[in-house]
């Protein structure tokens, strides 16, 4: 998840320890999954116990927060089950950003938003948000695909077939790009390297620019 709030500063629930995030007051992003129901014993008045309903919310098969009501605001983050995340260039290199995920089955995913018919095809920025990523054609076209592909297949090493491009969850410039065969921290070794190199796809050629890291 993303959120422009200081998670360590969220006041505590006491039966838990849990974060709570009151997404309606901060700008929040979930790449969780669903984790489905569980129920939890509380205690209630008098000394009695109730079953509270959690919604869990799963990043693989591991829990990382819940809400107690469909759609409502609070989100409560379970204790220790995220590290928090800068968007700093010096921490960048350290820590793989929550945009690029393992899939849960040998591959991983990279959440990106592009510009297309643009000069190059090559990637703008890098942040815990996502990629911003240009390509020289309609981003809707088989073309754009295949630009992607081939730059990816130069950055890490692999072949068209190893990649498939799906749709995102922000709008029509959203895309998740899926690669197989490569975990989370061996993928942004690689698109780090290739960002700060500035690596760029232009007429067929592998070039070099400037690319910054926000």
């Keep these: 998840m993303t959120t422009d709030c200081d998670i360590e500063t ?6 838990d320890g849990s974060y709570v995030l009151d997404t309606s007051r901060y700008v929040t992003r979930m790449y969780a999954v669903d984790g489905g129901e569980k129920y939890v014993r509380r205690g ?3 000394g009695s116990d109730v079953a509270e309903r959690q919604l869990r919310l799963h990043v693989g098969s591991l829990p990382v927060a819940y809400r107690t009501e469909e759609g409502g605001s609070l989100l409560y983050i379970l204790k220790d ?5 800068s968007n700093e260039s010096e921490q960048l290199e350290a820590m793989v950003p929550p945009c690029i995920l393992g899939n849960g089955e040998g591959g991983v995913q990279l959440m990106i938003d592009f510009e297309d018919r643009q000069k190059a095809t090559k990637i703008l920025s890098i942040s815990a948000d996502g990629l911003r990523m240009s390509v020289r054609t309609t981003l809707d076209s088989h073309k754009a695909k295949d630009e992607v592909f081939e730059f990816f297949g130069r950055v890490l090493n692999k072949q068209f077939r190893d990649f498939a491009l799906l749709r995102g969850v922000h709008g029509f410039s959203s895309r998740v790009l899926e690669v197989r065969g490569m975990g989370p921290e061996a993928c942004y070794k690689k698109v780090y390297e290739a ?19 926000v």
């Design 81 to 85: 089950a995220l590290s928090s995340f």
């Design 195 to 213: 960002v700060k190199k500035g690596v760029v796809l232009k007429d067929k050629k592998v070039e070099q620019q400037a690319v910054a890291i």
């Design 10 to 15: 969220l006041p505590r629930r006491g039966s």
């Design 44 to 46: 209630g008045d008098a």
